[in-house]
């Protein structure tokens, strides 16, 4: 798996601040000395942003430092670290389906930060992580997706499915007094038939079903929190004795408990959205038509995803 390195921030410092200084006090055309201390403080600053996985402030520091006006040895070495970078640098691109018909008014955020307003072709960057992507239509749907982002993934393909859209009670109680005054106006011109037997009232759903995907949704959110917090403690140990030449046996292990935690946390979300599903279900008396749980499963090598949607 891959391991940020552990750049001497101190050290570059210090002998960016003292080359730099000997090298413009003895040249005539020298940029002035804040000049300088703006690139050492930009080539400090980046490495300290891609030792944490911050990409994107990353670069923005490269940029920086890679000023006419900062040393040689200092432009040298951020030209090559934001290539670097940028080879590093994930980019994703979401999209949306509801059955066969591509959506494109869906706006796509992450916290409070929105990442898109409606859904196109064009790629987005963000930095390697874990993001509950939250899809939202103008149509009132919303679905949430959780994914982990590596570094490198280029133009990773984020996509939800939509539930079909079902129609209001407004609109199912009109159509049926527009049904029930179209039968009284038949019944008018000729013979009432005889009242037809009543069926006995379908017993309510049981909600031991939905209690135990929640249960189970619980623990299974809880296994993967301790996974993923096993698998970080793990992955900052190789950092400090063995990275960047740990080997794949070391490595393993870590990778394992990273994927049993995106396991987990899929079958969680799983199970919640399933339970949740079947209280709101509880209280309608009509019989749910079955396979029509709004919940999207994707899962790949790398990762396991879910997706749950609703219409409010």
Same mark, same amino acid.
């Given at each position: 798996?891959?391991?940020?390195?552990?750049?001497?921030?101190?050290?570059?410092?210090?002998?960016?601040?003292?080359?730099?200084?000997?090298?413009?006090?003895?040249?005539?055309?020298?940029?002035?000395?804040?000049?300088?201390?703006?690139?050492? =403080?930009?080539?400090?600053?980046?490495?300290?942003?891609?030792?944490?996985? *911050?990409? /994107? #402030? !990353? $670069?923005? %520091?490269?940029?920086?430092?890679?000023?006419?006006?900062?040393?040689?040895?200092?432009?040298?070495?951020?030209?090559?670290?934001?290539?670097?970078?940028?080879?590093?640098?994930?980019?994703?691109?979401?999209?949306?389906?509801?059955?066969?018909?591509?959506?494109?008014?869906?706006?796509?955020?992450?916290?409070?930060?929105?990442?898109?307003?409606?859904?196109?072709?064009?790629?987005?960057?963000?930095?390697?992580?874990?993001?509950?992507?939250?899809?939202?239509?103008?149509?009132?749907?919303?679905?949430?997706?959780?994914?982990?982002?590596?570094?490198?993934?280029?133009?990773?393909?984020?996509?939800?499915?939509?539930?079909?859209?079902?129609?209001?009670?407004?609109? =199912?109680?009109?159509?049926?007094?527009?049904?029930?005054?179209?039968?009284? *106006?038949? /019944? #008018? !011109? $000729?013979? %009432?038939?005889?009242?037809?037997?009543?069926?006995?009232?379908?017993?309510?759903?049981?909600?031991?079903?939905?209690?135990?995907?929640?249960?189970?949704?619980?623990?299974?959110?809880?296994?993967?929190?301790?996974?993923?917090?096993?698998?970080?403690?793990?992955?900052?140990?190789?950092?400090?004795?063995?990275?960047?030449?740990?080997?794949?046996?070391?490595?393993?292990?870590?990778?394992?408990?990273?994927?049993?935690?995106?396991?987990?946390?899929?079958?969680?979300?799983?199970?919640?959205?399933?339970?949740?599903?079947?209280?709101?279900?509880?209280?309608?008396?009509?019989?749910?038509?079955?396979?029509?749980?709004?919940?999207?499963?994707?899962?790949?090598?790398?990762?396991?995803?879910?997706?749950?949607?609703?219409?409010?």
């Amino acid at each position: 798996m891959p391991l940020s390195r552990r750049w001497p921030l101190s050290l570059a410092l210090s002998t960016a601040v003292s080359l730099a200084g000997q090298a413009f006090a003895q040249a005539e055309s020298a940029p002035p000395r804040p000049a300088v201390q703006e690139c050492a =403080r930009a080539y400090e600053s980046s490495q300290e942003h891609r030792s944490t996985g *911050a990409i /994107s #402030a !990353a $670069r923005l %520091e490269f940029e920086r430092c890679r000023r006419d006006d900062c040393p040689e040895f200092i432009r040298e070495d951020c030209s090559r670290w934001s290539k670097e970078l940028e080879a590093e640098q994930p980019t994703v691109i979401f999209a949306a389906k509801r059955g066969s018909r591509v959506l494109t008014q869906v706006r796509v955020s992450v916290g409070d930060r929105v990442l898109v307003e409606q859904l196109s072709a064009r790629a987005i960057t963000l930095d390697p992580g874990e993001y509950d992507f939250r899809f939202e239509t103008t149509e009132g749907g919303l679905a949430v997706l959780h994914a982990l982002i590596q570094p490198g993934n280029k133009d990773r393909l984020v996509q939800v499915e939509f539930a079909p859209l079902t129609r209001s009670p407004a609109t =199912r109680s009109k159509s049926a007094a527009i049904a029930s005054a179209g039968a009284s *106006a038949h /019944s #008018a !011109a $000729r013979p %009432e038939p005889a009242a037809a037997p009543t069926k006995t009232a379908t017993a309510a759903p049981s909600r031991v079903l939905p209690w135990t995907l929640l249960a189970v949704g619980a623990a299974s959110i809880g296994a993967g929190a301790a996974l993923s917090f096993s698998g970080h403690s793990d992955e900052l140990q190789l950092r400090e004795t063995c990275s960047p030449h740990c080997t794949d046996a070391q490595v393993a292990p870590v990778h394992t408990k990273y994927l049993l935690s995106n396991i987990s946390f899929g079958a969680g979300l799983v199970s919640l959205s399933a339970a949740a599903y079947f209280f709101l279900r509880h209280s309608d008396s009509e019989p749910a038509a079955a396979g029509t749980v709004p919940v999207t499963v994707v899962a790949s090598p790398n990762s396991f995803q879910a997706s749950y949607g609703a219409r409010f």
